[in-house]
């Protein structure tokens, strides 16, 4: 039984063990130019299906996300630029791969601009060929599980940062 339970540890370690941090940077980096380009089909198909689920459905979420930047537009708001870190370690979870993506969002505001820090969250159900992103600046240890059954805290989800305002 030994035997066997350093096998499975070794084999999932090869499996998981060549993760692509390129490529989770690579589609991270689709789905911000997707967000500023309102294109929302490619926003959607990076987008973790449970969030999709739970928003209401694909039609819902597009819908929503539109509306939001017409309000956001109407305030004088909009999405300057946003730029992708470096994805941290990945860590297994159930049948999936886990990881945090840095991100640093800016906002056009009425006289400046918000910068904001935040993280998202990459999952792979494919051994890392493709991602999913959630962002995880609403995400914490009491509902974490409702997205993401099999989340595995060994990835600690970062404390929510307040965006910081620049003056132009």
């Known amino acids: 039984m030994k035997q066997l339970t350093i096998l499975l540890a070794l084999l999932t370690t090869v499996a998981f063990g060549q993760v692509d941090s390129n490529v989770i940077k690579e589609q991270a980096e689709l789905t911000a130019k997707a967000l500023l380009n309102d294109d929302y089909e490619t926003l959607i198909r990076f987008t973790y299906p449970k969030v999709v689920e739970l928003v209401g459905g694909r039609d819902k979420m597009i819908s929503l ?8 537009g109407q305030q004088g708001i ?3 630029s946003v730029i992708i870190g470096k994805p941290s370690k990945t860590v297994i979870a159930g049948s999936e791969i886990h990881c945090l993506v840095p991100q640093t969002v800016y906002m056009k505001v ?6 904001s820090e935040t993280q998202l969250l990459a999952v792979s159900r494919d051994n890392g060929s493709n991602w999913f992103f959630i962002d995880a600046v609403n995400l914490n240890k ?5 997205v993401l059954p099999n989340y595995n805290f060994d990835l600690v989800l970062p404390p929510k940062n307040e965006p910081i305002f620049i003056a132009e």
């Open 110 to 115: 009425p006289k400046g601009k918000l910068k």
């Open 78 to 80: 909009s999405f300057e």
């Open 142 to 146: 009491d509902n974490i599980k409702i």
């Open 65 to 72: 996300i539109k509306n939001g930047k017409i309000e956001m």
